[in-house]
């Protein structure tokens, strides 16, 4: 009997750290002499019950003496059930059954029959341990289209507890995970196209203006009026994900549990639609024990659209200002900050009032025009600020409803969009990103620009913050235009996209 080490990962946020896993036996003890130490939480402890049938299921007798095992670093917590293959191994790797693994990395569930189940952060532990030159990983078969995506690394994807034995005795007879190229497990989804919407011409040309400059949309409007069906398009005319957004999007869902089997990289923009039920931490992260990421995290590089936004609770939507300012989430425990990325671009939907009908030429509004402030009063001003684009959606006319006219698809709205974007890549940032102190210097405006905007900041009263988005999107119409310069025109319909200031707010 000897002391025998193995090495696995605990996810804190996206990242994984290493843990290293000491096993170590004496004589004299009994079956009941677990000892496991090294800060692990419930799920970890319960690994006992579960290795021990798994062991005994896969041809293993449980040894009878003293077993101690310590998760180092000692200091951080531990958590889930991903260290209990590499605790099997080194537990029988202390009896002699197994040779040493040096320079491998191992995570898994166990089954009561010794099966190894899938695992949250799989990817992140791939990253690790390339990171630390490790030469392979062993996770389970479910796992694997996703660890492989990391370059360098062998990935080895194994169903049960023998077929790990038999891996680390004879590796030459295993075949590692092939490398998975962004895009290549993406499954085929429903094509949603714009011109399957009937008319709200204006309504996709802001979307457009959003797409292009990654801005934030709300749209007002009454039931019926499409703007679900709006939002639900956007994905499809944002640029396609890069490389290195595929893979920090997909280890937000990795860390998250949230990949299918089988999927390695996400090639398709994410798209989250929470309830507005929806609480503070499942919406910015947070929870019990380690902090998980929340929908603004899992719609990183996509689209969050929140609908019928008045309802949500006022002090959830505050805490979306720090991720629309920072592109991050930050949650501080007593012993631990963790920070998730959370760039997205933010669609509200929202009624007019609370019965709908508030301004519609066709149908009598029921509220009075205090229900109606109080209706609109939920979303505070300092939120409305962060969005860059006010739309309202009236209802589609009878004559636009049955038309023929199919108007413009997604494809041709992309590769504008696409165009523009490239064209801010050049600049290095996004246009709803620029930095204060650039702003003036890529958004100048001539005499005419000038007298437009000061009076539309005169009128509407608006803030510095709206000021400077109206820059941003006049900046980013120039560029869907292919101009260099900003315009009077261009301000001019970025100041239309802020009227609601004037009509609801006001």
Not at 243 to 262: K, N, Q
Request: glycine residues 10%.
């Amino acid at each position: 009997m000897a002391l025998f080490r193995t090495q696995s990962a605990a996810i804190f946020g996206i990242e994984a750290r290493p843990i290293d896993i000491e096993v170590d036996m004496y004589p004299g003890g009994s079956e009941r002499d677990f000892v496991l130490v090294g800060m692990p939480d419930t799920a970890v402890r319960e690994s006992r019950q579960r290795i021990k049938s798994a062991l005994a299921n896969s041809g293993f007798p449980y040894p009878s003496r003293q077993v101690t095992i310590n998760l180092a670093p000692a200091n951080v917590r531990k958590e889930g059930a991903g260290f209990d293959l590499p605790i099997a191994l080194a537990i029988l790797g202390a009896m002699g059954n197994v040779p040493a693994c040096p320079g491998q990395m191992m995570v898994g569930e166990l089954s009561l029959d010794g099966g190894v189940r899938p695992v949250r952060g799989a990817l992140s532990v791939a990253a690790c341990a390339r990171q630390m030159g490790i030469e392979s990983v062993i996770v389970p078969r479910e796992n694997a289209a996703e660890a492989a995506v990391v370059e360098g690394l062998r990935v080895y994807g194994v169903a049960h507890l023998n077929e790990v034995i038999g891996l680390l005795a004879q590796p030459e007879r295993f075949t590692p995970e092939p490398a998975r190229a962004c895009g290549a497990q993406a499954a085929a989804g429903e094509t949603l196209d714009f011109r399957d919407v009937r008319g709200q011409y204006t309504a996709k040309r802001a979307l457009e203006v959003a797409a292009a400059g990654a801005h934030n949309v709300l749209l007002v409007g009454p039931p019926g009026s499409g703007k679900t069906m709006l939002a639900r398009r956007l994905p499809g005319i944002l640029p396609p994900l890069a490389a290195a957004e595929a893979l920090e999007t997909t280890r937000i869902h990795s860390v998250a549990g949230m990949l299918d089997a089988g999927v390695g990289l996400l090639a398709e923009r994410p798209f989250r639609s929470p309830h507005h039920t929806i609480s503070d931490a499942a919406l910015v992260g947070g929870g019990m024990g380690m902090p998980r990421p929340g929908e603004v995290s899992l719609a990183h590089n996509g689209v969050l659209f929140l609908d019928e936004l008045p309802e949500f609770p006022r002090n959830v939507l505050e805490l979306l200002r720090q991720p629309l300012e920072e592109r991050a989430v930050t949650i501080a425990r007593s012993q631990l900050t963790l920070t998730f990325p959370a760039s997205f671009t933010l669609v509200a939907a929202m009624n007019p009032c609370r019965c709908g009908f508030h301004g519609d030429p066709t149908r009598e509004c029921r509220c009075t025009g205090a229900q109606v402030q109080q209706y609109l009063s939920k979303i505070s001003g300092p939120l409305l600020d962060r969005i860059d684009l006010h739309i309202e959606v009236p209802a589609v006319p009878y004559q636009e409803l049955r038309g023929r006219d199919e108007g413009v698809t997604s494809e041709n709205m992309r590769g504008r969009v696409v165009a523009a974007r490239e064209v801010q890549q050049q600049r290095g940032f996004v246009n709803s990103e620029i930095p204060p102190g650039k702003l003036r210097g890529i958004c100048p405006l001539d005499a005419a620009g000038e007298r437009t905007l000061e009076m539309a900041v005169k009128r509407m009263g608006l803030s510095a913050r709206a000021h400077d988005r109206i820059l941003k999107v006049a900046r980013t119409i120039a560029d869907l235009s292919g101009k260099e310069a900003v315009e009077a025109k261009h301000v001019a319909e970025a100041v239309q996209y802020r009227s609601l200031d004037r009509s609801y707010w006001s």
